[in-house]
């Protein structure tokens, strides 16, 4: 219970604080904003001096910076995001309509690395010093130093471009997932089988290890009743962390394979000085760490009786 | 015919030989110790005949268990007996046990796995099992929320529901205070009344003592002695076996009273907690130069904090320390229970004495002075910490100690780590240093047979209200 207030407060504070950084963040980026949101709305070849004025004035966009401020935070406590300077539609809308599309690429990215990563690593944990262990942690390091759109544009030369096995791009189809996925995957299971490899060698260097074969049971039998559950618990706990990752390449992920999610429409947003949308999809992003986390301390109250006395 | 047999049984590491032929018979209704101190090839016995040997170490001989006949220098061939045929209690329960199973789930899976039940057959054992061992109730919790010694039982019910007729106990009670040695040993001595083989490898001479049965004596991986326990403990033949059983804090000659000089340090109407938890109260004692006041006590009834009191480390909640006038704080010193981690391991012992010395203006030569005394060799000097043996380690601490010029030593066990020839060496060291330096010493130990030995007077805290000033042999008889 003490969790859900601990986390329920910080989502407050993270509100505030995201809506607050974003707000002075967008008002302080170089360039003429009427003249962006213009551009956004009618394109860059229709956009003259005439229609960027209208749009300062509509949007009262000389206006003093505090008052605005203020203005955004009191909507905000209603929940209400406003509306999108470029579309005219609720945030809200928009947001709920890119975010499904993030979750389900979000979710295909995880299981997809939790399929690499774990059994990876629990076979190099069982044999520390091993083949296997030394070869993960070269390609580990490999792939986490490599930056996400590197491995993006790598597999989409190789697997669309070369092979023509996978389309480069697109959204709509189970086979579009498959790339951007496996970009976000690689780099996720790059942590999480180094994660999953400390806890196996580190769990098979403990006396209950020793004591379980002892007790007669197979090393199958071992590792299913007395491994498993000892490794994830730290990887469940780094979930959290990964959120993060995963929220960084999302939007480098969904910008390279114009996945329609929320990372690129808050790329877009930037671009085109959509101030709402760019607020509304931070704290969306925000409150979704929080809501993770606390998520993931449930979990792993569940999983370790030790952490929940 | 014998339960277990094994014969010429050696141990060596890369050619070198730690462990000469050893043969023994385990028969069924009657307990095999093997004694020995740390070094003594004991373990590595042991090892040998469960096939658990660091893959570093190569043993030879047979191993016959019932009608299986094994090569103990292919220990992967042993591996089929464990839970089976022999059951290994772990050196330390708590650890032993999955933190995150609950303790009924432990011991049903053995049933299920190992020996092959169903599963509602193998719950009912189970809950039967923990039953038997006075662990009624117990079953839902998880190893964290059980005291040491419920951890023990649970493990040897886990350790026997594969079926094992053969108990293999390596240091059972490794850390324990007399009480729970003594729980330990008729723990093991009612499995053995259920019927099958009781192996029992210690350094502790009550638990041989307690256990009975047969006794191998062990020295440098050689066997010094062997025989029927209690004719070996009552009239050992060998050199060695004598000076063990001397060894004993049991079998030590009381130590004379001394003349106590003047007053250090009185202490009236104590009281500490821990975490919100009151760990003891009204404790009043006063100690004077050469006196040692014994400190006894279970595990966590307050016994170190009391120390943290004393050296002016912890605040007591309660009741005021007085120091003598003129004594620095310096003057109270401790002297730890893991000299191992007492020193800087990546530093040779000569600087850091060579550091304290100077730090505290002590001529360079009072080192070289005090090693002879503390029958310690001048070579050690050159050597880190990890390089010098247990003993060793904790004569230089209590040098490091006198270069500091104490008049109080609080000595946080000292020994609990050590062999019982090396215990007594550095109790006896210990006593003499109170005598020569004129410093007071408060000893503390979970051994009242070591504690009634030494101490001048005695402090016992725990459950009951704290005793002062009493002699020692009457709290002896009241901690019995």
């Given at each position: 219970?003490?969790?859900?207030?601990?986390?329920?407060?910080?989502?407050?504070?993270?509100?505030?604080?995201?809506?607050?950084?974003?707000?002075?963040?967008?008002?302080?980026?170089?360039?003429?904003?009427?003249?962006?949101?213009?551009?956004?709305?009618?394109?860059?070849?229709?956009?003259?001096?005439?229609?960027?004025?209208?749009?300062?004035?509509?949007?009262?966009?000389?206006?003093?910076?505090?008052?605005?401020?203020?203005?955004?935070?009191?909507?905000?406590?209603?929940?209400?995001?406003?509306?999108?300077?470029?579309?005219?539609?609720?945030?809200?809308?928009?947001?709920?309509?890119?975010?499904?599309?993030?979750?389900?690429?979000?979710?295909?990215?995880?299981?997809?690395?939790?399929?690499?990563?774990?059994?990876?690593?629990?076979?190099?944990?069982?044999?520390?010093?091993?083949?296997?262990?030394?070869?993960?942690?070269?390609?580990?390091?490999?792939?986490?130093?490599?930056?996400?759109?590197?491995?993006?544009?790598?597999?989409?030369?190789?697997?669309?471009?070369?092979?023509?096995?996978?389309?480069?791009?697109?959204?709509?189809?189970?086979?579009?997932?498959?790339?951007?996925?496996?970009?976000?995957?690689?780099?996720?299971?790059?942590?999480?089988?180094?994660?999953?490899?400390?806890?196996?060698?580190?769990?098979?260097?403990?006396?209950?290890?020793?004591?379980?074969?002892?007790?007669?049971?197979?090393?199958?039998?071992?590792?299913?009743?007395?491994?498993?559950?000892?490794?994830?618990?730290?990887?469940?706990?780094?979930?959290?962390?990964?959120?993060?990752?995963?929220?960084?390449?999302?939007?480098?992920?969904?910008?390279?394979?114009?996945?329609?999610?929320?990372?690129?429409?808050?790329?877009?947003?930037?671009?085109?000085?959509?101030?709402?949308?760019?607020?509304?999809?931070?704290?969306?992003?925000?409150?979704?760490?929080?809501?993770?986390?606390?998520?993931?301390?449930?979990?792993?109250?569940?999983?370790?009786?030790?952490?929940?006395? | 015919?014998?339960?277990?047999?094994?014969?010429?049984?050696?141990?060596?590491?890369?050619?070198?030989?730690?462990?000469?032929?050893?043969?023994?018979?385990?028969?069924?209704?009657?307990?095999?110790?093997?004694?020995?101190?740390?070094?003594?090839?004991?373990?590595?016995?042991?090892?040998?005949?469960?096939?658990?040997?660091?893959?570093?170490?190569?043993?030879?001989?047979?191993?016959?268990?019932?009608?299986?006949?094994?090569?103990?220098?292919?220990?992967?061939?042993?591996?089929?007996?464990?839970?089976?045929?022999?059951?290994?209690?772990?050196?330390?329960?708590?650890?032993?046990?999955?933190?995150?199973?609950?303790?009924?789930?432990?011991?049903?899976?053995?049933?299920?796995?190992?020996?092959?039940?169903?599963?509602?057959?193998?719950?009912?054992?189970?809950?039967?099992?923990?039953?038997?061992?006075?662990?009624?109730?117990?079953?839902?919790?998880?190893?964290?929320?059980?005291?040491?010694?419920?951890?023990?039982?649970?493990?040897?019910?886990?350790?026997?529901?594969?079926?094992?007729?053969?108990?293999?106990?390596?240091?059972?009670?490794?850390?324990?205070?007399?009480?729970?040695?003594?729980?330990?040993?008729?723990?093991?001595?009612?499995?053995?009344?259920?019927?099958?083989?009781?192996?029992?490898?210690?350094?502790?001479?009550?638990?041989?003592?307690?256990?009975?049965?047969?006794?191998?004596?062990?020295?440098?991986?050689?066997?010094?002695?062997?025989?029927?326990?209690?004719?070996?403990?009552?009239?050992?033949?060998?050199?060695?076996?004598?000076?063990?059983?001397?060894?004993?804090?049991?079998?030590?000659?009381?130590?004379?009273?001394?003349?106590?000089?003047?007053?250090?340090?009185?202490?009236?109407?104590?009281?500490?907690?821990?975490?919100?938890?009151?760990?003891?109260?009204?404790?009043?004692?006063?100690?004077?130069?050469?006196?040692?006041?014994?400190?006894?006590?279970?595990?966590?009834?307050?016994?170190?904090?009391?120390?943290?009191?004393?050296?002016g480390l912890i605040d007591a909640a309660d009741g005021v320390v007085n120091r003598a006038d003129g004594l620095k704080a310096t003057a109270f010193q401790k002297l730890y229970q893991d000299p191992v981690a007492a020193f800087p391991r990546h530093r040779t012992l000569a600087r850091t004495l060579d550091d304290v010395a100077r730090r505290h203006g002590q001529a360079l030569g009072r080192i070289e002075e005090l090693l002879p005394r503390l029958g310690l060799s001048p070579a050690l000097l050159s050597r880190r910490p990890d390089a010098v043996s247990g003993g060793e380690l904790q004569r230089l601490a209590l040098l490091r100690l006198l270069l500091v010029r104490p008049s109080l030593i609080f000595a946080d066990e000292p020994t609990s780590r050590l062999d019982p020839i090396t215990q007594k060496q550095v109790i006896d060291l210990l006593c003499e240093t109170a005598r020569s330096e004129g410093c007071a010493i408060m000893l503390v130990s979970h051994d009242p047979a070591l504690v009634s030995r030494t101490a001048d007077k005695m402090l016992s805290?725990?459950?009951?209200?704290?005793?002062?000033?009493?002699?020692?042999?009457?709290?002896?008889?009241?901690?019995?």
């Amino acid at each position: 219970m003490n969790v859900l207030v601990s986390r329920l407060v910080q989502a407050v504070m993270v509100a505030v604080l995201i809506g607050t950084a974003t707000f002075v963040m967008m008002r302080s980026l170089p360039g003429d904003a009427a003249w962006r949101i213009a551009a956004g709305r009618y394109g860059y070849d229709r956009v003259d001096a005439a229609s960027a004025d209208a749009v300062r004035a509509e949007l009262g966009l000389d206006g003093p910076t505090l008052p605005a401020l203020v203005q955004w935070l009191g909507d905000l406590a209603r929940f209400d995001f406003g509306t999108s300077l470029v579309t005219g539609q609720p945030v809200i809308k928009e947001i709920v309509h890119q975010l499904g599309a993030t979750v389900s690429l979000a979710l295909a990215a995880l299981l997809l690395s939790l399929l690499i990563g774990p059994p990876l690593g629990i076979l190099a944990g069982l044999r520390p010093g091993g083949a296997l262990d030394r070869a993960l942690l070269v390609a580990s390091t490999g792939l986490k130093a490599a930056p996400q759109f590197l491995i993006a544009l790598v597999l989409i030369v190789l697997v669309a471009v070369q092979l023509r096995w996978l389309p480069a791009a697109g959204h709509g189809e189970p086979r579009h997932f498959i790339l951007p996925a496996l970009t976000l995957a690689l780099g996720l299971s790059a942590v999480n089988a180094r994660i999953a490899r400390d806890a196996m060698a580190r769990i098979a260097d403990m006396p209950y290890w020793r004591f379980a074969q002892w007790k007669g049971l197979s090393e199958r039998q071992t590792l299913l009743r007395h491994g498993l559950r000892g490794v994830s618990v730290p990887l469940v706990t780094y979930l959290g962390l990964q959120f993060v990752t995963l929220v960084e390449g999302v939007i480098i992920v969904e910008s390279i394979f114009g996945w329609p999610g929320i990372g690129h429409a808050l790329v877009h947003a930037i671009f085109s000085r959509d101030v709402p949308m760019v607020q509304g999809t931070a704290l969306m992003l925000g409150l979704g760490f929080v809501l993770i986390n606390a998520a993931i301390d449930l979990a792993v109250n569940r999983l370790d009786p030790r952490t929940a006395s | 015919m014998s339960l277990l047999k094994a014969s010429n049984i050696t141990v060596s590491q890369d050619g070198t030989p730690i462990l000469e032929p050893v043969s023994l018979r385990l028969e069924a209704g009657e307990p095999l110790v093997i004694l020995g101190e740390t070094g003594s090839g004991k373990s590595l016995l042991a090892q040998a005949i469960m096939g658990t040997l660091p893959r570093d170490l190569a043993a030879r001989g047979q191993v016959a268990l019932g009608d299986h006949l094994l090569d103990a220098a292919r220990p992967v061939g042993f591996r089929a007996l464990w839970g089976r045929q022999i059951a290994v209690l772990p050196q330390e329960p708590w650890l032993s046990l999955d933190p995150l199973m609950r303790v009924q789930s432990q011991v049903t899976e053995a049933h299920r796995l190992v020996n092959g039940k169903p599963v509602a057959e193998a719950r009912t054992q189970a809950s039967a099992d923990l039953d038997r061992l006075g662990l009624t109730g117990a079953g839902h919790r998880y190893p964290h929320e059980l005291s040491g010694g419920m951890a023990q039982r649970v493990a040897i019910a886990a350790a026997r529901a594969g079926g094992a007729r053969i108990v293999i106990a390596d240091e059972p009670t490794k850390g324990l205070d007399a009480a729970r040695r003594d729980d330990v040993a008729d723990l093991l001595l009612a499995e053995l009344a259920r019927g099958g083989g009781l192996l029992v490898i210690t350094h502790d001479l009550a638990l041989a003592r307690r256990i009975g049965g047969q006794m191998i004596v062990l020295r440098k991986g050689q066997v010094v002695e062997e025989g029927p326990t209690a004719a070996v403990m009552a009239a050992p033949s060998q050199a060695y076996t004598r000076e063990l059983i001397a060894a004993d804090p049991e079998n030590w000659k009381p130590r004379t009273k001394q003349a106590a000089g003047s007053a250090v340090l009185t202490a009236t109407g104590l009281a500490a907690g821990r975490g919100g938890t009151r760990l003891f109260s009204d404790v009043s004692f006063d100690l004077s130069e050469g006196e040692i006041l014994g400190v006894t006590g279970p595990s966590g009834c307050g016994k170190s904090t009391l120390g943290g009191v004393v050296l002016g480390l912890i605040d007591a909640a309660d009741g005021v320390v007085n120091r003598a006038d003129g004594l620095k704080a310096t003057a109270f010193q401790k002297l730890y229970q893991d000299p191992v981690a007492a020193f800087p391991r990546h530093r040779t012992l000569a600087r850091t004495l060579d550091d304290v010395a100077r730090r505290h203006g002590q001529a360079l030569g009072r080192i070289e002075e005090l090693l002879p005394r503390l029958g310690l060799s001048p070579a050690l000097l050159s050597r880190r910490p990890d390089a010098v043996s247990g003993g060793e380690l904790q004569r230089l601490a209590l040098l490091r100690l006198l270069l500091v010029r104490p008049s109080l030593i609080f000595a946080d066990e000292p020994t609990s780590r050590l062999d019982p020839i090396t215990q007594k060496q550095v109790i006896d060291l210990l006593c003499e240093t109170a005598r020569s330096e004129g410093c007071a010493i408060m000893l503390v130990s979970h051994d009242p047979a070591l504690v009634s030995r030494t101490a001048d007077k005695m402090l016992s805290l725990g459950t009951t209200a704290a005793k002062v000033d009493v002699t020692a042999p009457r709290v002896v008889g009241a901690l019995r």
